[in-house]
């Protein structure tokens, strides 16, 4: 089943998210599709990191806000600091971009 939701920040419940695989190490990949009501279409949400450009992205949920926060905690995956990425929804080109990045050393 199909929950629409705002994911873009449009204000209108056009979005869904996709749930894909499992890694081992329990990260879920999701997809962001939604109706483009300007084309008619349904389309699928680009993501823009700092690896490049993906449709499937492991802990991508964006909120109502089209915003998504990302957080590697200490020691996750061998990680040696806290490692928090903050995505928007850029309404302009249609997909989501890596705003900022902060890594902050484990104590």
């Given amino acids: 089943m199909i929950n629409f939701k705002d994911c ?8 869904f998210i996709l749930v894909g695989t499992t890694e ?7 997809l ?23 449709q499937w992205f492991a802990r991508f949920y964006p909120n109502e806000k089209g915003e998504s926060f ?10 040696e600091s806290n490692v928090r990425e903050f995505y928007k929804f850029n309404k302009a080109n249609r997909m ?3 705003i900022d990045v902060v890594e902050t050393p484990c104590e």
């Fill in 8 to 15: 873009t920040g449009s204000g209108k419940k056009y979005n």
């Fill in 24 to 30: 081992a190490c329990g990260w879920v990949c999701y």
């Fill in 32 to 54: 962001v599709a939604g109706y483009n009501e300007e084309v008619n279409k349904v389309e699928i949400f680009d993501i823009k990191s700092q690896y490049g450009v993906t």
């Fill in 70 to 79: 990302i957080e590697i905690l200490c020691g996750d995956h061998g990680f």
């Fill in 96 to 98: 989501y971009e890596l």
